[in-house]
């Protein structure tokens, strides 16, 4: 008997967990603030990789996030498995919980996005969900931001794999690949289950993935766009477009999409009302890179549903392109975000 009891309070646990794992809280304050680290490419035993843990740190003791999300390409070199444990230990040591999506360059260095997966799902603080194996890709899930009451989802944030390369070559489709139908059709069911709970209206939402989808360089494309931020490089999106961004714009809800991906890059545009942008290279000189290192910061207002503030944080501790963005329109809030110009 007290086995099976043993047995049914482990059980219980476990599912407490589990239900728990996508659930956060705004503050007392109403407030939420998120942290986009992205391109760490760490390698164990590098001088220069140093770098790239000393930035998270200065990010991490001064924004003091209540979550992190790595958008792709964090450990691109062996021991693959001892840079995962250097890079995670720094959030892992400040007790701050954490979301991973993978890049293209992940899976590269002798070790699965799977076998990642698995060994990422085992640390603590670790906010990943498992996933479904009928879903394409590793680690595509999304977190609710419950009000200060617990009562019910306000926001939510999605991580997507934006996988790897062309599946298509041998038909002359080069480059990158994208994300997937059912990946969407995941998001798609996702989207409709929280609006089905708050009176189907879809919840205000950001996404985060690895690479561009072709939507941000149509973005460049509308001269009545306003760029704020660096671009020194030109977008290295799929050939093929899958079809996300009709997805998001048919379900609603979606403030913004960032990633990663193109290291020289940091500046946010909009496109459709929506907010597309790029994180701040966290890497270091193991990879190419001009511009100095940092993170790309979120801070999310229960009271202010549909809008969100976001800057660029450097390693050096100072703060640029401060923005209030609603439906893909910025308000400035700091003297450092001229219109972007470059490449």
Same mark, same amino acid.
């Given at each position: 008997m007290k086995n099976f009891f043993l047995f049914l309070f482990i059980a219980l646990s476990v599912n407490v967990w589990a239900q728990e794992k996508n659930k956060f809280t705004f503050n007392e304050g109403g407030k939420f603030k998120l942290v986009q680290f992205t391109d760490v490419h760490y390698v164990k035993g590098s001088d220069v990789s140093v770098q790239s843990l000393d930035a998270m740190n200065v990010v991490l003791d001064q924004e003091k996030p209540d979550l992190v999300i790595f958008t792709g390409d964090i450990v691109t070199g062996n021991p693959a498995v001892e840079g995962w444990n250097d890079v995670l230990k720094v959030v892992i040591d400040k007790k701050i919980p954490y979301i991973v999506t993978f890049g293209n360059h992940d899976h590269e260095v002798g070790i699965s996005n799977e076998d990642l997966a698995k060994m990422i799902l085992e640390k603590p603080y670790c906010m990943n969900e498992k996933g479904s194996a009928s879903t394409y890709g590793c680690f595509n899930g999304v977190v609710a931001l419950r009000n200060r009451n617990n009562s019910k989802p306000e926001m939510l944030v999605y991580y997507i794999n934006s996988n790897d390369y062309s599946k298509f070559k041998d038909k002359g489709i080069e480059g990158y690949g994208c994300i997937e139908r059912d990946q969407i059709d995941w998001y798609e069911k996702q989207s409709q289950k929280f609006a089905s709970n708050n009176n189907n209206v879809s919840l205000p939402s950001l996404m985060f993935f690895h690479i561009a989808i072709p939507e941000f360089v149509d973005a460049l494309g509308n001269d009545k766009t306003k760029y704020v931020g660096i671009r020194l490089e030109k977008e290295?999106?799929?050939?093929?477009?899958?079809?996300?961004?009709?997805?998001?714009?048919?379900?609603?809800?979606?403030?913004?999409?960032?990633?990663?991906?193109?290291?020289?890059?940091?500046?946010?545009?909009?496109?459709?009302?929506?907010?597309?942008?790029?994180?701040?290279?966290? &890497?270091?000189?193991? %990879?190419?890179?001009? #511009?100095?290192? @940092?993170?790309?910061?979120?801070? *999310?207002?229960?009271?202010?549903? &549909?809008?969100?503030? %976001?800057?660029?944080? #450097?390693?050096? @501790?100072?703060?640029?392109?401060? *923005?209030?963005?609603?439906?893909?329109?910025?308000?400035?809030?700091?003297?450092?975000?001229?219109?972007?110009?470059?490449?």
């Amino acid at each position: 008997m007290k086995n099976f009891f043993l047995f049914l309070f482990i059980a219980l646990s476990v599912n407490v967990w589990a239900q728990e794992k996508n659930k956060f809280t705004f503050n007392e304050g109403g407030k939420f603030k998120l942290v986009q680290f992205t391109d760490v490419h760490y390698v164990k035993g590098s001088d220069v990789s140093v770098q790239s843990l000393d930035a998270m740190n200065v990010v991490l003791d001064q924004e003091k996030p209540d979550l992190v999300i790595f958008t792709g390409d964090i450990v691109t070199g062996n021991p693959a498995v001892e840079g995962w444990n250097d890079v995670l230990k720094v959030v892992i040591d400040k007790k701050i919980p954490y979301i991973v999506t993978f890049g293209n360059h992940d899976h590269e260095v002798g070790i699965s996005n799977e076998d990642l997966a698995k060994m990422i799902l085992e640390k603590p603080y670790c906010m990943n969900e498992k996933g479904s194996a009928s879903t394409y890709g590793c680690f595509n899930g999304v977190v609710a931001l419950r009000n200060r009451n617990n009562s019910k989802p306000e926001m939510l944030v999605y991580y997507i794999n934006s996988n790897d390369y062309s599946k298509f070559k041998d038909k002359g489709i080069e480059g990158y690949g994208c994300i997937e139908r059912d990946q969407i059709d995941w998001y798609e069911k996702q989207s409709q289950k929280f609006a089905s709970n708050n009176n189907n209206v879809s919840l205000p939402s950001l996404m985060f993935f690895h690479i561009a989808i072709p939507e941000f360089v149509d973005a460049l494309g509308n001269d009545k766009t306003k760029y704020v931020g660096i671009r020194l490089e030109k977008e290295c999106n799929p050939e093929l477009n899958s079809g996300l961004f009709n997805a998001m714009m048919h379900q609603g809800g979606v403030m913004g999409v960032f990633v990663g991906h193109d290291h020289n890059n940091d500046y946010i545009s909009s496109y459709g009302g929506m907010a597309l942008g790029y994180g701040r290279f966290t &890497g270091s000189k193991n %990879t190419y890179q001009d #511009l100095m290192n @940092g993170a790309r910061v979120f801070e *999310l207002d229960e009271s202010k549903p &549909g809008e969100f503030v %976001t800057w660029i944080k #450097l390693s050096d @501790g100072s703060i640029h392109h401060k *923005l209030s963005v609603k439906d893909g329109k910025f308000t400035s809030l700091s003297e450092n975000a001229p219109l972007v110009t470059g490449y």
